[in-house]
């Protein structure tokens, strides 16, 4: 297939394009759906294809096909062309191409796993969903409905430019979860969920802690909890946020804000900020493509789809900001280094400025430390969606919480839905845990320009921070 991506970059360029990028995706994607003894979902689907991007005069044209026939691939090279030439004339912003050095992609650049998905049956997947599910119900309580999910993507990355870069790679992600919905005796139902996704094999799913017994017990459990627990105060209050709801603030409602096609266009409010100090000591914000996937977990993509390497971008440093999320072109006319954040679904959707693994760097303080600093307030965990506007402005709902005072837990809480905005919420951020978790998956995912969903990771350490709005009702 690079033979045919060389073609094509070299077609393009005789057209008159200042640069090209051809790439290639062929990709599984499997799904697994039960609910109760209902299989809902047993899915296998493929994509793979052809996408090309050519540059005329800082305007980029794209288009793609399903063939990898020289015929189609030609075609698609001459589209995209066209369109960015007929573009040209009534561009009014020009992100002109930044040309790189030539990469040349290598073994390592492939996350190796022990049980690698495409090496397993449909009944070994099924098996895990069903060991999972059996798990649940012995744990849980008054229980209305048991899902348990199974997701894989996998397959080869593929990308020749006019660099002269050779980029050949293969993506990988596995996801196991479980949601226990049970019902309490005034008739309010509630929710408990456990589960790991993330670019590792199914050989993960037999350690210790993330079996499917295991994932199911938890998720049974924390239903049976939910049970009794109070609704949540609302007001204003300080607040302990556990490490995946502190990922969901990072990505969501800082890390949009930071990427550049919202930076050029002035549509963010971090628009001309590089330097400001906008949050407290405690806060510094990174995205990188290849974190630490067997120490902390998370997503690894090692080439972003223009052919730039991943980075470790700081966003955040300690408060202040120091880079915007990057393609090419809006590096080189915002005057900073491409961060390899240039991302796209599928083969059919040109790459746009998109996060990797977007998380808050931990601190110093051990989760007993962070209690005591917290005093009296709420402790929330996980989340369960939610709402983000354009200017910062969030309203999250956690999956479950609990009331601290004077540093003990004093009982589980429910209904907890926090809201504020992360631009004001920086700067009361007061200490962090020296834990880093990341969180990545099969499900779910970052929607953006017609583009959903593109697998991400996010995490942090728990934080502490005062003035959250919570929300809540009585049931």
Same mark, same amino acid.
């Given at each position: 297939?690079?033979?045919?991506?060389?073609?094509?970059?070299?077609?393009?360029?005789?057209?008159?394009?200042?640069?090209?990028?051809?790439?290639?995706?062929?990709?599984?994607?499997?799904?697994?759906? /039960?609910?109760?003894?209902?299989?809902?979902?047993?899915?296998?689907?493929?994509?793979?294809?052809?996408?090309?991007?050519?540059?005329?005069?800082?305007?980029?044209?794209?288009?793609?096909?399903?063939?990898?026939?020289?015929?189609?691939?030609?075609?698609?090279?001459?589209?995209?062309?066209?369109?960015?030439?007929?573009?040209?004339?009534?561009?009014?912003?020009?992100?002109?191409?930044?040309?790189?050095?030539?990469?040349?992609?290598?073994?390592?650049?492939?996350?190796?796993? *022990?049980?690698?998905?495409?090496?397993?049956?449909?009944?070994?997947?099924?098996?895990?969903?069903?060991?999972?599910?059996?798990?649940?119900?012995?744990?849980?309580?008054?229980?209305?409905?048991?899902?348990?999910?199974?997701?894989?993507?996998?397959?080869?990355?593929?990308?020749?430019?006019?660099?002269?870069?050779?980029?050949?790679?293969?993506?990988?992600?596995?996801?196991?979860?479980?949601?226990?919905?049970?019902?309490?005796?005034?008739?309010?139902?509630?929710?408990?969920?456990?589960?790991?996704?993330?670019?590792?094999?199914?050989?993960?799913?037999?350690?210790?802690?993330?079996?499917?017994?295991?994932?199911?017990?938890?998720?049974?459990?924390?239903?049976?909890?939910?049970?009794?627990?109070?609704?949540?105060?609302?007001?204003?209050?300080?607040?302990?946020?556990?490490?995946?709801?502190?990922?969901?603030? =990072?990505?969501?409602?800082?890390?949009?804000?930071?990427?550049?096609?919202?930076?050029?266009?002035?549509?963010?409010?971090?628009?001309?900020?590089?330097?400001?100090?906008?949050?407290?000591?405690?806060?510094?914000?990174?995205?990188?493509?290849?974190?630490?996937?067997?120490?902390?977990?998370?997503?690894?993509?090692?080439?972003?789809?223009?052919?730039?390497?991943?980075?470790?971008?700081?966003?955040?440093?300690?408060?202040?900001?120091?880079?915007?999320?990057?393609?090419?072109?809006?590096?080189?006319?915002? +005057?900073?280094?491409?961060?390899?954040?240039?991302?796209?679904?599928?083969? =059919?959707?040109?790459?746009?400025? /998109?996060?990797?693994?977007?998380?808050?760097?931990?601190?110093?303080?051990?989760?007993?430390?962070?209690?005591?600093?917290?005093?009296?307030?709420?402790?929330?965990?996980?989340?369960?969606?939610?709402?983000?506007? +354009?200017?910062?402005?969030?309203?999250?709902?956690?999956?479950?919480?609990?009331?601290?005072?004077?540093?003990?837990?004093?009982?589980?809480? *429910?209904?907890?839905?926090?809201?504020?905005?992360?631009?004001?919420?920086?700067?009361?951020?007061?200490?962090?845990?020296?834990?880093?978790?990341?969180?990545?998956?099969?499900?779910?995912?970052?929607?953006?320009? +017609?583009?959903?969903?593109?697998?991400?990771?996010?995490?942090?350490?728990?934080?502490?921070?005062?003035?959250?709005?919570?929300?809540?009702? =009585?049931?």
């Amino acid at each position: 297939m690079i033979d045919t991506l060389e073609k094509c970059v070299e077609y393009g360029e005789s057209l008159g394009a200042e640069a090209v990028e051809a790439r290639y995706d062929d990709l599984v994607l499997r799904t697994l759906h /039960r609910t109760d003894d209902v299989w809902k979902d047993i899915e296998v689907k493929s994509r793979s294809g052809v996408g090309v991007s050519c540059y005329y005069e800082g305007v980029s044209g794209f288009s793609f096909t399903a063939s990898t026939d020289w015929a189609d691939v030609k075609q698609a090279a001459e589209r995209a062309f066209k369109m960015a030439r007929a573009s040209s004339g009534a561009a009014t912003l020009r992100l002109p191409f930044d040309r790189g050095t030539a990469v040349e992609s290598r073994p390592s650049d492939t996350v190796r796993v *022990r049980a690698h998905p495409r090496d397993h049956d449909l009944a070994f997947k099924t098996g895990l969903v069903n060991r999972m599910v059996e798990s649940a119900r012995e744990h849980g309580a008054d229980i209305r409905n048991v899902r348990g999910l199974y997701g894989e993507l996998y397959g080869r990355k593929t990308l020749v430019n006019s660099d002269g870069s050779h980029i050949d790679w293969e993506f990988l992600v596995t996801d196991l979860r479980c949601v226990v919905t049970s019902r309490t005796d005034s008739g309010a139902l509630v929710t408990g969920s456990e589960g790991y996704g993330g670019t590792f094999g199914l050989e993960f799913f037999s350690t210790d802690g993330h079996t499917p017994e295991d994932i199911g017990r938890e998720a049974g459990l924390r239903a049976k909890e939910q049970l009794r627990a109070h609704p949540c105060p609302a007001g204003r209050m300080r607040a302990l946020v556990e490490n995946h709801l502190v990922g969901v603030l =990072a990505h969501e409602s800082f890390g949009h804000l930071s990427e550049a096609d919202f930076i050029v266009t002035g549509g963010s409010p971090l628009t001309g900020k590089i330097g400001e100090k906008l949050g407290t000591e405690h806060t510094t914000i990174v995205d990188t493509g290849t974190p630490d996937v067997k120490a902390y977990g998370g997503l690894w993509v090692p080439y972003d789809d223009q052919g730039t390497p991943a980075d470790r971008t700081v966003v955040l440093d300690h408060g202040t900001l120091e880079h915007y999320l990057h393609n090419r072109g809006t590096a080189k006319h915002l +005057g900073q280094r491409p961060t390899g954040n240039a991302r796209a679904v599928t083969f =059919a959707f040109p790459p746009i400025p /998109r996060m990797t693994n977007t998380f808050f760097v931990p601190g110093d303080l051990t989760e007993e430390e962070a209690l005591e600093l917290l005093g009296t307030g709420v402790y929330a965990v996980q989340t369960q969606g939610g709402q983000v506007e +354009g200017d910062g402005s969030f309203l999250f709902k956690a999956i479950r919480g609990y009331w601290v005072e004077n540093g003990e837990v004093k009982y589980p809480v *429910r209904e907890v839905s926090l809201s504020g905005n992360i631009l004001e919420l920086l700067g009361r951020v007061e200490g962090a845990t020296k834990e880093l978790k990341l969180f990545s998956g099969y499900f779910g995912g970052c929607g953006k320009g +017609g583009q959903s969903p593109l697998p991400v990771g996010l995490g942090g350490p728990m934080l502490v921070m005062d003035g959250v709005v919570f929300g809540g009702r =009585a049931s």
